[in-house]
Each structure stands twice: as C-alpha cells, then as structure tokens.
C-alpha cells in the first residue's frame, strides 16, 4: 500500500498565486487545497483533514495573523507557512513569535516553499 498524501491548504486571495503554488505543491506530491479567504477555510468541510497551512498574511477580511490566533484560540495546532508581499518587520516578529514554521516573502522560489512544507511536516 503506498503512502498517503499529506494536505497542504494554501490561503490566498490572490488567485493565480494560488493556483500557482496549489500545483507546485501537487507536482510535489502532496494533496493542496485551496482557499480564497481566512473565512472560507475556517467554513470548510470540517471532514478535511489538514497537515499544514501556507498562509498569506495579508488578506482581504480576516487577516493571515487573526486566522492563526483563531486556530490556535480553539486548539488547532497545524504547522502554518505565511507568505507575504508586505516588508513589515512587526508582522514578521509577531509571526515567528506565534510559532510559524517560515516567513516566506512574494516571491519565493518553489524549492524554498516545499523544503519549508517538508520541514513542517518533518519529511
């Protein structure tokens, strides 16, 4: 029997960055999923299973860093990647204080996200 694929949820409003990354993660193996909203992820079927985040910080609505707060307020703790265009140093300190696994700046090259999704998942 081979082994399961992990999903990877991919969080952008930002559409064609997110098709972009949701293949690169597929090529790679892993089962992404994609949201346009912190809102539709946290509306998800609650029967999908997640293994890691890459998140966009700044996103229309409820923001990368409130999506985070809110998982870990009611005890989701999944590994969580943000990527962002912004260059905002406060944002990127209250991010690793709140345990992300990478800060990615837009863009990043593919092969810095996927080692960050492998170290998320510890393959």
Request: charged share 25%; net charge neutral.
């Amino acid at each position: 029997m081979g082994k399961l694929r992990r999903t990877v949820a991919v969080v952008d409003d930002d559409a064609s960055l997110r098709r972009s990354v949701g293949r690169l993660l597929n090529a790679y193996g892993f089962a992404a999923v994609e949201y346009a909203s912190a809102e539709s992820f946290l509306g998800r079927d609650p029967e999908t299973s997640i293994d890691c985040l890459v998140l966009d910080i700044d996103l229309g609505g409820m923001s990368g860093i409130e999506l985070q707060r809110r998982l870990k307020g009611v005890g989701v703790r999944m590994p969580i990647i943000f990527i962002t265009a912004l260059e905002d140093t406060r944002l990127q300190t209250e991010a690793e204080h709140a345990g992300c696994i990478a800060y990615l700046r837009k863009p990043f090259a593919g092969s810095v996200l996927i080692d960050a999704v492998k170290k998320a998942l510890r393959l």
